[in-house]
């Protein structure tokens, strides 16, 4: 059999930056545009809102909770201000990414399942728009287990955050480490439920494989607090996580 015309002979060796890079590239593809269409609106309708409302309230917030730091440390507020500032805009970004993902879920598992198409010549079996409605209770059943697993890893956070000092100091790194590997977690699933692998199996998978797992979500984690990028990321993030099943994954599932 020919090689694919999206094969690449190198492809194994993208980092997770590099598989990041290549779902921006995707996305752009004949064929794959049109469902590229509504993930990025519903992306952008909500992040729209929500960054409005988080640019708008931010420095009252930054400055409220630096307040709390004991005067013994009010040297450090220079350094803890913009520290603080990315843990609340990964926070509300990864919230808001959330909640996006849960609403345009079945579209971009629908994404996903055209992308591995195009890239590979077959995927999923029965995949036709009766099929994906079907399937719907299914794959919001499992943004509902992703959410489980989020919830009580996000609350112990959230309790380091507002512990004085070591939460200023230690909470923002521990938060963008976390907010990478949900990151990688909430995209790499989408081509991983198409084939219904299980979400435990999924974890592993990508626990043999950290460095690019923690530096494809981290790239998706950087670029969701970029204003305006941000809009675009999720249908990125969904091809790049596409990609990088194809090519890591699919294989042994």
Known sequence: MSPHPYSSSVSSQKSGF??????????????????????????????????????????????????????????????????????????????????????????????AEKLEILLIGQGPQDQSLFSLIKDTPRILHREWIKLVYYLPKALGLFIILLIPALGQTLGPILWFTFSAWMMAIQYCDYPFDNHKVTFQKMKNDLKADKLRAYSFGGSVAVFTMIPIVNLFIMPIAVCGATAMWVERYKSHN
């Open 18 to 111: 590099g598989y990041f890079i290549y779902g921006a590239q995707l996305c752009l593809k004949p064929g794959i545009r049109r469902f590229v269409i509504l993930p990025l609106l519903t992306n952008i309708i909500l992040f729209g809102g929500s960054l409005y409302y988080l640019y708008s309230n931010l420095s009252v917030w930054l400055e409220n909770w630096l307040g709390t730091i004991p005067d013994i440390f009010s040297w450090l507020s220079y350094l803890l201000f913009p520290l603080l500032g990315i843990t609340i805009i990964a926070t509300f970004s990864y919230f808001f990414s959330t909640v996006a993902n849960w609403i345009a879920a079945p579209f971009n598992g629908l994404l």
